[in-house]
């Protein structure tokens, strides 16, 4: 069993950068932990995720050379830091957990995931 806390969230300007935290109970060594996001009336898309052991990354092309994520082993942590934000960007950010490999770009396959936290960029 695995639990997520994400926080970070906030409202801030285009350009701007915004760090986003998902804090983890349980051990995470065997899982593949993902950012997705939703915009109102949009499916939840795949962002970036990690490979909790290895530290491989993969990342969405809309926020390539943008955002990056990144773990601490001791605060069992996973991070998002979102850098040059765009309107766009506006969404609510979900942390997840996937212990099955294969499909992480796919929300269905992750089976933990956090309450969310919004993210509004201004223009």
């Known amino acids: 069993q695995v639990q997520l806390v994400e926080s970070g969230g906030g409202l801030v300007q285009a350009g701007d950068s915004l760090k986003l935290s998902c804090a983890a109970s349980?051990?995470?060594?065997?899982?593949?932990m993902g950012w997705f996001r939703q915009a109102p009336g949009k499916e939840r898309d795949f962002v970036l995720a990690?490979?909790?052991?290895?530290?491989?990354?993969f990342v969405a092309e809309p926020v390539k050379g943008r955002f990056t994520i990144s773990r601490d082993y001791a605060k069992n942590t996973v991070y998002l830091q979102m850098n040059s934000l765009k309107p766009e960007d506006t969404a609510v950010y979900y942390c997840?957990?996937?212990?099955?490999?294969?499909?992480?770009?796919?929300?269905?396959?992750?089976?933990?995931w956090g309450q969310g936290t919004q993210v509004t960029v201004s223009s």
């Open positions: 990690i490979i909790w052991s290895g530290g491989t990354t």
């Open positions: 349980g051990r995470l060594s065997r899982y593949t």
């Open positions: 997840a957990a996937k212990y099955t490999p294969g499909g992480l770009y796919n929300a269905d396959r992750y089976d933990y």
